[in-house]
Structure formats: structure tokens, C-alpha cells
């Protein structure tokens, strides 16, 4: 299960996140993409909660990474052998936009409209 930091605000993560250790699953793994927005602004700003402290609260093995980005971490984090009837959560720190000038930590783009313009454009950054 892939998460926003910012849709953890909503009800419906937290019904989940206290129904997966009651049911004892284990095979199950959230990973959070920590990049700091929301639609409504910075995530902090619309709602400041501590996810780590959150998620263990509700019973669960929390893992945290240093790069959302870096794929070997993921990995790492995802094969790790678990804790006995717990489900991972893994908080993997991102950049929104990384490597797209006009996207990067711009709120703007949290939901903006790709056009074939601003995909080509973004592709050609991607690229150098």
C-alpha cells in the first residue's frame, strides 16, 4: 500500500492502520512517500501529526529510510525479516517534482495538469 504523507490526515489510513495489527498481518507493508505537501499546502501546516510515533502507536514495525528515491534502500527496507505478527510501515523521505526544475517542491505542480508541452519538456530535463 502506497501512501501520501498529507492523505494520512484522512480517517480511512487510520481505520486500516489499526485493523491490520488486530488481524495480525504480517505480510502486509505501507510505505509513505514523505514529501512534505498536500493540496491544501505544506503538510505540516494543514496538519501536523508525528507519523512515526502515530504508526508505532497503532501497533506497527516502522522502518525508517534516509532517500525515498534511492531504490536499493527500498529494497532493503521491503526484505528485511520482519517483526512476528506485525505489518511495516516504511516512511521514505521524497522530493515532489525531483529533477523537474519548474516542478520541484512547487506546491503548483502537488496537482498540476501535464500537457504533451510540459511532459516534453519535463522528459528533456529528466534526461540531462
Not at 503538510?43 to 534511492?70: P, R
Not at 523537474?100 to 529528466?126: C, D, Q, R, Y
Request: contains cysteine.
Amino acid at each position: 500500500m502506497l501512501l501520501g504523507d498529507g492523505e494520512c490526515n484522512e480517517g480511512s489510513v487510520w481505520e486500516a492502520a489499526m485493523s491490520a495489527p488486530h488481524f495480525k498481518l504480517s505480510n502486509l507493508t505501507a510505505i509513505i512517500d514523505l514529501n512534505l505537501m498536500q493540496s491544501d499546502g505544506n503538510a505540516s501546516d494543514v496538519l501536523d501529526i508525528q507519523l512515526e510515533k502515530m504508526w508505532e502507536g497503532f501497533g506497527w514495525e516502522v522502518v525508517k529510510i534516509e532517500d525515498g528515491h534511492n531504490i536499493a534502500q527500498l529494497l532493503y527496507a521491503l526484505t528485511q525479516p520482519r517483526q512476528e505478527e506485525k505489518p511495516r510501515v516504511i516512511i521514505a523521505p521524497t522530493i515532489k517534482g525531483k529533477g523537474i526544475s519548474f516542478m520541484e517542491n512547487n506546491p503548483e505542480w502537488h496537482h498540476g495538469l501535464v500537457t504533451k508541452e510540459v511532459f516534453e519538456k519535463a522528459m528533456m530535463e529528466l534526461s540531462n
